[in-house]
């Protein structure tokens, strides 16, 4: 199974810049995550995306994120205004349908300073 | 809030022995559990996904599910150094209809050659 490419690979941002994760699914997967992970911790989901819109989010989604399909192919992760707690493992993630595997993207790395 | 569980380790085991990670869950509704393994600074990669009850054998790896006992487990044979990783377990919440998968904190193994 190939893998969901992510873009960019590692970022580097001053805290209060806006930033934008980017995800390049199979065109035939129907469920899209992203998670994340603080360096040492363990991987928090954010938000869901079925059907072109989100389907869930966690309390760490908050207002400075968002997330969207522009163009019906990528998958973003925007983030208006980032703090230094941002810093951590971005990953995209992609299903099939129900009751199916996940896979991860190779994710993108964020540093904010 | 849906626990998942997992001894942090690290857990050493030899070269050519069989290493056994374990994984509980709160959620008496789950119906489909995943092992990730992950290297250092690397996304997951999907090692199993089990749904049914019993075992599921790929290779070296086995993959145990008991959901009476809300425990999923992963055996692997033949243990080499390249399986020094953590090992993720993620289980299938369902909220409303939606899925996401759920970490626990994943266990670190060692492999001594």
């Known amino acids: 199974e190939p893998e969901v490419t992510q873009t960019p690979s590692h970022q580097v941002t001053q805290m209060g810049q806006e930033v934008i994760l980017r995800c390049v699914p199979i065109?035939?997967?129907?469920?899209f995550y992203w998670y994340r992970q603080i360096l040492g911790q363990k991987v928090e989901f954010l938000v869901s995306f079925y059907n072109n819109e989100i389907s869930e989010k966690s309390e760490i989604f908050d207002d400075q994120f968002s997330v969207e399909r522009p163009d019906g192919s990528n998958f973003t992760l925007k983030i208006r205004s980032t703090k230094l707690e941002d810093s951590a493992m971005y990953f995209c993630?992609?299903?099939?349908?129900?009751?199916?595997?996940?896979?991860f993207g190779q994710g993108t790395r964020l540093t904010v300073v | 809030q849906k626990e998942v569980e997992q001894n942090s380790g690290p857990l050493s085991v030899p070269e050519g022995a069989i290493a056994s990670l374990n994984c509980t869950y709160s959620d008496r509704g789950s119906q489909s559990f995943f092992w990730y393994r992950q290297y250092s600074g690397k996304s997951p990669e999907l090692i199993m996904f089990?749904?049914?009850?019993g075992d599921k054998e790929d290779g070296r790896f086995t993959a145990q599910l008991n959901k009476a006992s809300q425990y999923v487990s992963l055996l692997i044979r033949d243990s080499q150094p390249s399986d020094s990783a953590t090992y993720l377990c993620?289980?299938?919440?369902?909220?409303?209809?939606?899925?996401?998968?759920?970490f626990g904190t994943g266990t670190r193994l060692t492999i001594i050659p």
């Open positions: 993620a289980v299938i919440e369902t909220n409303f209809g939606n899925e996401k998968l759920t």
């Open positions: 089990i749904y049914s009850n």
């Open positions: 993630a992609r299903r099939t349908g129900r009751n199916t595997e996940a896979f």
């Open positions: 065109s035939n997967h129907l469920y």
